[in-house]
């Protein structure tokens, strides 16, 4: 088991920056990758935001969140982050870190979830 607890979401506004993290224990961690997955208001389905391999080396990202948002893991301090700039009102969400085996862009394949935290980007 792989017990992950997000934290650092809030309110914004639009333009700022905002770092989420995700703290992980239970099996190694170095063994999973990460993934950050998020939900917005009035939706049923999470949209992949970002992923980051057991390495740290390979990054994946949704288009919607290339180069405004950076995702990456500390395997020492069994850490993962996903800095945020540049943030937009259509990035309010609730935000979830997952950990999977392989790296992987599908929410299906993610085996532990985080219980999300909210971030709401006011105009």
């Known amino acids: 088991q792989v017990q992950l607890v997000e934290s650092g979401g809030g309110l914004v506004q639009a333009g700022d920056s905002l770092k989420l993290s995700c703290r992980a224990s239970?099996?190694?961690?170095?063994?999973?990758?990460m993934g950050w997955f998020r939900q917005a208001p009035g939706k049923n389905n999470n949209e992949s935001v970002a992923?980051?391999?057991?390495?740290?080396?390979?990054?994946l990202y949704s288009d919607s969140v290339r180069g405004r948002f950076t995702i990456s893991k500390d395997n020492a301090k069994r850490m993962v982050y996903l800095q945020m700039s540049s943030l937009k009102p259509e990035d309010t969400a609730v935000y979830y870190c997952a950990a999977v085996i392989r790296c992987s862009w599908r929410e299906d394949d993610y085996d532990y979830w985080g219980q999300g935290t909210q971030v709401t980007v006011s105009s």
């Open positions: 239970g099996r190694p961690f170095s063994n999973y990758a």
């Open positions: 992923a980051i391999s057991w390495s740290g080396v390979t990054t």
